[in-house]
């Protein structure tokens, strides 16, 4: 997800509509296990202000935040949209927690919370060493219940550098797992075992080993992003939201486009909604329709992979 001051240069973050140009692009291009040739890229419903976090629901629906407006949104699995929680202090990221708790990346709030299904916000992490937090934008749980968050803004508390940071499943203090990074989009492989960051200025997706204690080693580049501008001989922008299949394939909002990615890092094609897509998730009965948020639009498109159903396909 984009890092962002809240509430300054929302069309910045948000971005404008693809050139209707590109709205009679070619044709889907198959990706081997992936999406056929052909596929169709359906706009569910325009109109959000700006939106991000999509996460399935165990019914088969969809969450979804709309950050400006302050809302979190659900999809029904029969397709009607309705608010599911307001006044939600610019939920960015969500996650559903094994235990039904809607862990929600707060930016406005600056604090990581849990919301309950009769919609209690309980904090989770508000501070680092004493100091509060920036403006949290995405959430990870891996599977002990230990929390990655990434709070990567330039305000309101310059004096903490953006990093990434980790919640045991302990609760108790927040750890610093990586630094020296401008953190967007969270992820996890399947097995756990990788931690996957958007970083922007790098022109990578980076990778970490993680630890038993959630703590982070070898960091590297994991994969190229294809098609983000120079300037300057420095790369501009990163990717933002993430999503991973059962077969540990790598998806990620960047340059316009979902870019996918083998569990090894290489380049497998893309998937371009009609505006600039944000965030993404598997959601529906058998997980395998891809949602895509953007612009102000959710998207979906039938895939042949499949998101993992106790990630609430993220």
Known sequence: MQRRVLCLALVLIYGPPVPRAQESRAPQAAIAGVIAAGARVEEVRGGFKGLEGPVAAPDGGLFFSDIPANITYKLEPNGTIAVWRENTNGANGLFLARDGRLLAAEGAGRRIVAVTPDKRAMPLATAFNGQPLRAPNDVIADSRGGIYFTDPANAPNPSLPPAVYYLPPS????????????????????????????????????????????????????????????????????????????????????????????????????????????????????????????????????????????????
């Open 171 to 314: 609760g108790g203090k927040v750890i610093k797992v990586v630094d020296n990074v401008i953190p967007n989009g969270v992820s996890l492989s399947p097995d756990d075992q990788i931690l996957y960051v958007n970083s922007d200025g790098t022109g990578y997706v980076l990778a970490f080993d993680v630890q038993n204690d959630g703590t982070l080693t070898n960091r590297r580049n994991f994969a190229k992003y294809e098609g983000l501008p120079v300037t300057d001989s420095k790369v501009v922008g990163g990717g933002d939201g993430f999503t991973v299949d059962t077969q540990g394939r790598l998806y990620t909002a960047a340059a316009g486009r979902i870019q996918v990615f083998t569990s090894q890092g290489a380049y497998l094609g893309s998937i371009t909604p009609s505006r600039r897509p944000q965030n993404l998730a598997f959601a529906g009965p058998d997980m395998k329709t891809l949602y895509i948020v953007g612009g102000g639009t959710v998207f979906k498109v039938q895939m042949l992979a499949q998101g993992i159903k106790s990630r609430g396909g993220k």
